[in-house]
């Protein structure tokens, strides 16, 4: 009988064992859960510092890098830009099933879905609807869904983010958006009259002549709008003289530059201007618009170089585009992003100064110092979705191939960058603030 007591006894505390485990293990999978809500939260409110709360992750791990880049790597002094990204973050969820989290000991993981606002819809709806894009976003209510995996560690009794996937695919949304003002223009229909094209019989003088400047391609409308263009173009760096100057002391580089970009006869007046925090720069090109007599900016490129560990930019032109490319990181992480803009007939019905298409590449280093060991990763976009290197390499070669001259260039180019032909074209001079503006005056004194 006392044997048989010992093992009921023995038994008993076998079951009360199991009951505590399946217990421990409800409870980290609560604890789990929660985790996982306060980071889809710290997503949706695109707070870095509360996603780096919720991980054990080293600064020099892929998934941290990724997240910095995306909720700590853009700094929009236009709250445009800021509202319209908001917008999307909020849309963030992340699905996964509780019973699906995996406890062993002191580590976990679980498949998980992202869910976020589908920006190709998006970019759609402002080619197709010609929209700007904050109207674009907030009348898209289509998301797409991105598998990924999350891994935990349990440090000092908390469970910690150690590994996340898939982020810089969740965050592929930054860096589509255009300024306020940017709106596609549709092809005009050949068979009605565009009643926004005013009658030059309407406005021309009739005792002006057309004149042709010497170098250029064609003619303008009227026989002093050179001397007007020249003058606007005063005005305008008058306006962002601080801003230039910030540019010049900062980035040691002259940010003034003058030039027909689109061969009608009268130049161009493109400069770099800080954005007022001393950390970002944008690229500004003005164009003189003969019978509306005046300068209006045709294209803003944000943060084209900052202050950052890498940072670069290459501003060129071909046959029949002005392309834009800028480079930021860190040697780690290194993006480099390259805006096309249409200057002659592009497909697709765009139109001059139309950004018509996006490309970037991803360089993303990774080491491991157990078996020190240093992995390289390359990743290639066009429009803001994924695509090969065999798409994105003969793309910027084209550009390259075709370029006509080098507007501005600050970057360190390699043998490995498909823009390397570069080395070879032509360079437009650039100029100081004061130099330029000197220059002008000249012109029409």
């Not at 780096?52 to 002094?77: C, H, I, P, R, V």
């Not at 991105?146 to 996340?164: N, P, R, T, V, Y």
């Not at 898939?166 to 009643?195: R, S």
């Amino acid at each position: 009988m006392r044997f048989k007591k010992i093992i009921a006894s023995a038994l008993c505390v076998s079951v009360l064992a199991g009951l505590a485990g399946c217990d421990t293990t409800k409870k980290d999978r609560e604890a789990i859960s929660k985790v996982i809500d306060e980071c889809a939260e710290a997503f949706r409110n695109d707070d870095f510092e509360a996603f780096a709360d919720l991980t054990n992750m080293k600064k020099k791990d892929k998934a941290y890098k990724q997240a910095e880049n995306a909720m700590g790597g853009f700094d929009f002094s236009d709250e445009y830009y800021t509202d319209c990204y908001d917008l999307i973050f909020d849309t963030i969820e992340i699905h996964y099933d509780t019973d699906d989290i995996k406890v062993d000991g002191k580590k976990a993981s679980v498949a998980v879905k992202y869910e976020v606002m589908d920006w190709d819809e998006v970019v759609n709806k402002v080619y197709d609807l010609y929209i700007p894009y904050e109207d674009a976003i907030k009348n898209t209510d289509e998301t797409k869904t991105i598998k990924a995996k999350m891994e935990f560690e349990l440090e000092d009794g908390e469970w910690k983010i150690s590994d996340i996937t898939k982020i810089d695919e969740l965050f592929a949304f930054k860096g589509i958006v255009n300024p306020p003002d940017y709106i596609p223009t549709p092809a005009p229909d050949p068979t009605e009259t565009d009643p926004a094209v005013t009658e030059p019989t309407d406005t021309q003088p009739t005792d002006t002549q057309p004149v042709s400047p010497s170098g250029t391609s064609e003619t303008t409308a009227f026989a002093d709008s050179y001397e007007k263009a020249i003058a606007a173009y005063i005005l305008i760096l008058e306006q962002y003289r601080d801003d230039i100057y910030t540019v010049e002391s900062t980035h040691t580089i002259d940010p003034v530059g003058l030039y027909d970009i689109d061969g009608n006869g009268l130049p161009e007046l493109f400069f770099i201007s800080d954005d007022g925090n001393g950390y970002s720069s944008t690229f500004h090109v003005f164009e003189y618009k003969e019978y509306a007599g005046e300068a209006i900016e045709v294209i803003t490129s944000p943060e084209i170089v900052t202050t950052g560990q890498v940072s670069g930019f290459m501003v060129y032109l071909t046959d029949k585009e002005l392309i834009i490319t800028y480079e930021y990181g860190e040697t780690f992480f290194l993006h480099v992003s390259t805006d096309v803009y249409a200057i002659g007939e592009r497909d697709g019905g765009y139109h001059k100064w139309d950004l018509c298409e996006s490309y970037a590449r991803e360089t993303v280093v990774d080491y491991d110092p157990a078996s020190d060991e240093q992995t390289v990763e390359k990743l290639y976009y066009h429009n803001a979705l994924s695509c090969t290197e065999d798409i994105y390499m003969p793309a910027m070669k084209n550009f390259t191939e075709r370029t006509v001259i080098q507007l501005a260039r600050k970057f360190v180019l390699n043998s490995n960058d498909p823009e390397y032909g570069l080395m070879s074209k032509p360079t437009n001079q650039r100029f100081s603030y004061s130099t330029m503006h000197d220059y002008l005056e000249s012109l029409i004194a």
